[in-house]
């Protein structure tokens, strides 16, 4: 198994930098996966996966290199804690010039990195982070599958991030489930439900991407705290965004910064009363 | 002594009280003919800073009574100090006048606002006596400079968790890098290790190769005394075990963190030997402890809780000569000398302390052999720590108990609570109403029978 990487450019540092802090702010744990075009973060709640994040190796790393345990494969997934990645990562925006990612084995397996950071001096300082992993066997590797989802019902435009926030912010104190529902002239509407006040917020003029809806609203309603968690991915300034709703089954959130990275985020639908 | 500090200054004392209540809890203010200093010493022993102000830091001070000098000085909780200086000072405060009488209660702030208010604070004094430390800072084996932002670059790349690193300093460059001691789970932790090059550092003195391991969270505090000040922090150092001293100057304050580091000798022997305490503290300075007794590392929470039980466990393996390594306070270190030595050994031992525990000290004075036990007795249970290892300090800790005459458990309430009414004196089973209503027959043999 060997997998190493560079990174030297600011912007990818910095995106890096971002995600990795991101992942951390939603869990304890990540996985990430690593193939040969692609450097996947993903997050499981519990025990099922919800967020894949992945990064075009093309865009973030020189001299990319991923071998899997035999020649035949080229994936390798690995667990660590998220919050030491984040930690250790917490410099490339600030100080590092380039960064180099590798797999190491000292006494454990480590993903190690090397990071160059600017001085005062003429050398250059060098700061090396070793962070304990778990390789996943391979037999276990199907549980990290996206989950394959034919056709969405509807598919809308995201509003932005900065309204969604406060909107969730403090709907979140109302009610522990958060109603949502798009319908097919572009309105987006969340509702959450207390004793006392049902409270909607509309969002209109929304470009509807695909509707293969029969009514015109589909709603889902799903966990209010696992929606807000989302919006930490402000963070990485996505260019855009969308949400994709199966009826009652499946809210899918979808950002993309320009082509290089994407974040998939599925939150199911809880019963509703 | 009275002084009065005024404009910038004002905001460099507190940032010298945070950075002093970030280390210890209980703050020593010891006015000296021409300067005023604030001392503190952390749990643990393990660390020590003074911070002095010289005459001319103040815009008026005055020692006044020659005389009476032995009586200026006092003990306070950082707590309360910190009160005094709490949210923004520096754009209203005009001066801050300090006073301490002798012999008395209070230590007396008065903060002067611009808009003519005027705060007093007195802050309880909780003891009359000092501590000093004895350190060597000039002319130690290494000798390093360097600027606080470059420090921090570097420590920033630390988690915020990691309680102590080591530095490894080289002819041609330093390595920082989390210490890990053999018992930590290495899965659990990042390892880190930083190396920069000797340009960093504005000055570089290096006798011989040197590795020490000290305490992460007390060179945060001072780092950052530093950075406000942007003044060069000089590391004084000799060899591991050896205290290193941390030394950041301006024009008119000084201020010296003396912090105890690893001693590799003892290390690996003081791993089974942890103690449980609140405060995980690391280490014991050893200053002149006897040769092969020395520092811990009391590192993580979980592993000391483990130890702990093991070292119980395993009591009558431990070596007798042991203890003194898990010695929490200066008497334990040398609990086996008299008492006078007592107080020389240790160099944080307070210098008024005889006086200040006088009770459990006189005591000491007419039965030199039980008085070092109670002493540890009282210090223990002031520190809530249990330390023991060596079947010898476990039949002392039994000792302890008995001397220290723990109040008796309180009863059981519940018993009394349920039918208590049945208990009273005026109860009179006659008056309930239906008293004499059978229920249930006595059952008879012959019912039995049949």
New interface residues.
Partial sequence: MKFKCKMTDTGSLRDFSNVATTVARMSKQCVIRLTRNFFFFNIADDTTPMVWARLDQNHFFVDYMVHGKTDDIHEIYMELNSA?LA??V??FKA?ARSVKIRLTN???P?LTFE?E?S?????S????????I?IIPQKKWPEFNQPHIEKFEISVEMPQFKNLRSVLERMKNMSPVLTISVDTNGVLALKADADSATVSVHFPNLTVLECDAEDETVSASVDIKKFHAFVAWDAVHPTSMNCNIISDKVVNINLTLDDYMQIKYYIPAVECN | MKCVVSGINIKILARAIQMLSKIGEEMFVQPQEDCLSFRTVNSSNSAFVDITFQENYFSYYAYEDLEESDSLKCKILIRSALAVFKGNLDKQVESCHIQLDPNSEQLTFVLKYRNSIIKTHLLPILDCETIKANYKKDGTANHLRIQPRVMNDVVQNFQQSLLEITLEVLQEKVLIRNYIDESSNVSNETRTQCNFSVGEFDEYNIESDTIITFCLKELRAILSLADILSQPIDIHFERPGRPVVFVCKSGSMESNLVLATLNPDTESASQSTTSTRQNPAPKKVTKRAPRGKGIKSLGKKSYTNSAHSRAMESADMESPGRISDVSDLPTQNNRRKSVTDVSKADPFTPRSSRESTSVLRLEAAEHPASSERTNLASSLMKRKSIDQDGDESSRDMDNDDLVQNSPPRPKSKKAKLIFQKCFQKTFDPNNLPGHSNVEVEDSSESSEND
């Fill in positions: 030491m930690k250790s917490s410099t100080a000292k006494q454990q480590c990071i950071m001085s005062i001096s003429a050398e300082r060098m700061c090396v982070h070793d962070i304990p778990t």
